[in-house]
């Protein structure tokens, strides 16, 4: 029942207004560039293929995994063949998946980060559960800064829950010694797609 | 003046006590800070950055009130119960009742320094419920029974050969392996568990929207997405400073947040979680617990914008050469030595005065706080208050007897020579606390007075 002290308080002792900052100078429109995008999110350990098609996932998935048992594909086109039925439950039927293959909405380029929403990927701990994730995102959705994602893509609430991922989960907890894989996926696929003509 | 621990200058002694690894803690946190150098030059409009987040969280401070009763209303609207705790004790009353509305015994929690500013942990095994931490560091000293050391970091302080120790007892690792990805993955798989099991997670908040009445919290681990994605019950805890106005902010406050803490370009995950998914319920309590008063100390309320990087820990010299657990807090470094007087200023008197105030920690502060400046207030209001060390306060008042009067001082300077010159033990004993870790330079033969007097220009 403190919440009318709390906020009394905070009335009585808050400064004088201050005018909000502009943030437009900080805008770079139009000048995402997939390359840099690549080049951050090998740094931050994941792995990048430009593709001109979504039939071109299955090869390289069968060429740089091995021992997969369960895969979820979100779209039908990215694997045909993966696993269904997946989404009923409260998550916890996702434990054995070993990959998921799931869309992006854009990428940044300044940081590697991928905008993913529960409108997606239907069961919100799959991006993390999973031992390993792969995210389809398309070149011409790479974006420069996050402040373009702010104001361009994500100005309104449109998801319940939304995530920015930029490569896989990771630690340095143990002598700053960086180890891939702490409780989320153990690597990152990233599926740069720009459709063939 | 009783206290329930040593204060911080004799903690640093025993962290002192072996050379070699304060000289490895010193390096590598310094290695740490030379990251977010490298990393904060490599974006031009850095400084700029910092200035924009600095004036967002001066116009959050002066509109705290509204901007909480907007948060509340959007959150509500999005499906969450918001309550509010104006101090600890009543923030863990809230969270036990929670708890035991559910009849769960044991929970995960990802990592929360206002849960440890609360002392949440022991509060709820007394009511015998096992909180499970699920940030690999935070296990780690949980499992040592210690306090985190840094608030990013939070066992920066411990070898690998006694984590593979630790390990090896709870977790049932091989005796002797210390390898940090072996260790990791065990944890991994311990942990795993703890989610799948795990009815309610309780997560901290980076950052809450006003504007839409979501949550933003920042992992590298993917821990708190685990658990909260997992759980029945997902249960908030933030501090009310955590507001921020739209979420067009969060792009300043995402793109400075993990590049000061670890030299990042972001955290692997940002996640923002606005409403409960199906079936869920979401629990956000806010807490004050002493941050209304500080929003009410002019000299010190800006310490309210910290965003709680960590970044004037890893390059304070103070902090790198006398480790975390000898500030005694929850929040150790510079930041914490503003912020805990605020909360018991008797008790952590001693705080402010751990510093060089070199300035080194307002300087890389992404948010701006003129740390080392309010260090220096505390130390004012903190004497004022009678609350300093007698020692202290009997050097300062003889100081200042000296520097005042230039004939004693003249005199003082010259005996203070030939003392040193004659009976070096009288200052190079450990009575002298400048002599510790230290070895006392020799004295000048003649004082800059008389220096200057024989070569002044004419």
């Not at chain 1, 999973?130 to 893509?153: G, N, P, W």
């Not at chain 2, 003649?446 to 220096?451: E, I, L, V």
Request: overall charge neutral; charged content about 25%; glycine content about 8%.
């Amino acid at each position: 029942m403190s919440r009318e002290s709390i906020l009394a308080a905070i009335k009585n002792n808050q400064p004088d207004h201050q005018a909000l900052p502009d943030l437009h100078t900080f805008r770079r429109p139009n000048t995402g560039d997939p390359a840099a995008f690549k080049k951050v999110v090998e740094t931050l350990g994941g792995q990048v293929f430009e593709i001109g098609s979504y039939t071109e996932i299955q090869p390289l998935i069968a060429e740089h995994y091995t021992d997969l048992n369960k895969v979820v594909a979100i779209q039908d086109s990215y694997l045909p063949g993966a696993a269904t039925q997946w989404e009923t439950g409260d998550g916890r039927q996702l434990e054995d998946v070993d990959l998921a293959i799931i869309p992006g909405q854009f990428g940044v380029a300044e940081n590697g980060a991928i905008w993913i929403t529960e409108n997606e990927v239907k069961v919100r701990v799959l991006p993390f559960i999973t031992q390993h994730l792969a995210v389809v995102v398309a070149a011409k959705d790479i974006l420069a800064t996050m402040h373009d994602a702010y104001e361009e893509r994500i100005v309104r609430p449109e998801s319940g829950f939304g995530v920015f991922i930029a490569g896989p989960s990771k630690t340095a907890d143990i002598e700053q010694s960086l180890v891939l894989g702490a409780h989320g996926a153990k690597s990152l696929t990233v599926f740069l797609y720009t459709p063939k003509p | 003046m009783e206290h329930q621990h040593k204060e911080h200058a004799l903690l640093a002694e025993d962290f002192n006590a072996n050379e070699p690894r304060v000289n490895w803690h010193d390096e590598t946190l310094w290695w740490i800070r030379q990251k977010r150098d490298k990393i904060a030059w490599s974006i031009p409009e850095w400084e700029e950055l910092r200035e924009t987040a600095s004036r967002i969280k001066h116009n959050v401070l002066g509109n705290l009130h509204d901007y909480l009763l907007e948060f509340e209303r959007k959150a509500q609207e999005n499906g969450a119960i918001v309550h509010w705790a104006a101090n600890a004790d009543e923030h863990n009353k809230i969270v036990l009742q929670l708890l035991q509305e559910q009849g769960v015994k044991r929970m995960v929690k990802s990592k929360s320094m206002l849960t440890e500013e609360c002392h949440l942990n022991p509060y709820l095994a007394e009511h015998g419920i096992e909180v499970v931490d699920t940030d690999l560091g935070e296990r780690i000293v949980q499992l040592a029974k210690e306090p985190p050391s840094h608030i990013v970091l939070p066992c920066i302080h411990k070898k690998k050969e006694e984590i593979g120790e630790l390990f090896h007892e709870h977790l049932g690792t091989p005796a002797g392996n210390a390898d940090p990805k072996f260790l990791t993955a065990a944890a991994r798989q311990h942990l795993r568990k703890e989610f799948i099991q795990s009815r309610v997670a309780i997560t901290g908040v980076n950052f809450a929207v006003a504007e839409t009445g979501e949550m933003v919290v920042c992992t590298n681990e993917g821990n708190a997405d685990m658990g909260a994605h997992l759980a029945d019950v997902h249960i908030a805890c933030m501090g009310i400073e955590k507001i921020i106005p739209q979420r067009k902010h969060l792009g300043v406050f995402l793109r400075l947040l993990a590049r000061s803490a670890t030299g990042q370009p972001i955290t692997t995950y940002s996640s923002h979680f606005r409403s409960p998914k199906a079936g869920q319920q979401l629990h956000i309590v806010l807490v004050d617990n002493g941050r209304s008063r500080q929003l009410g100390r002019e000299d010190f309320r800006n310490s309210l914008k910290c965003i709680r990087c960590g970044a004037c820990m890893n390059t304070c010299p103070v902090y790198r050469r006398s480790g975390g657990h000898s500030y005694h807090n929850a929040i150790a470094g510079p930041i914490g030595a503003i912020l805990a007087p605020n909360l018991d200023m008797k008790e952590y008197a001693d705080l402010p005065f751990a510093s060089t105030l070199c300035g080194s920690c307002s300087n890389v502060c992404p948010v701006k706080i003129d740390i080392h400046q309010q260090l220096y207030k505390w130390r004012q209001v903190i004497t004022q208050e009678g609350h300093a060390k007698k020692t202290k306060a009997a050097g300062m008042h003889a100081m200042n007897i000296v520097l005042s009067k230039p004939g004693l001082y003249k005199t003082a300077g010259g005996v203070g020579r030939w003392v040193m010159r004659t009976f070096p033990a009288v200052v190079n004993n450990g009575m002298n606390p400048w002599f510790k870790q230290r070895e006392m330079p020799a004295p000048p033969k003649q004082s800059f007075a008389d220096w200057y007097k024989k070569n002044r220009p004419e």
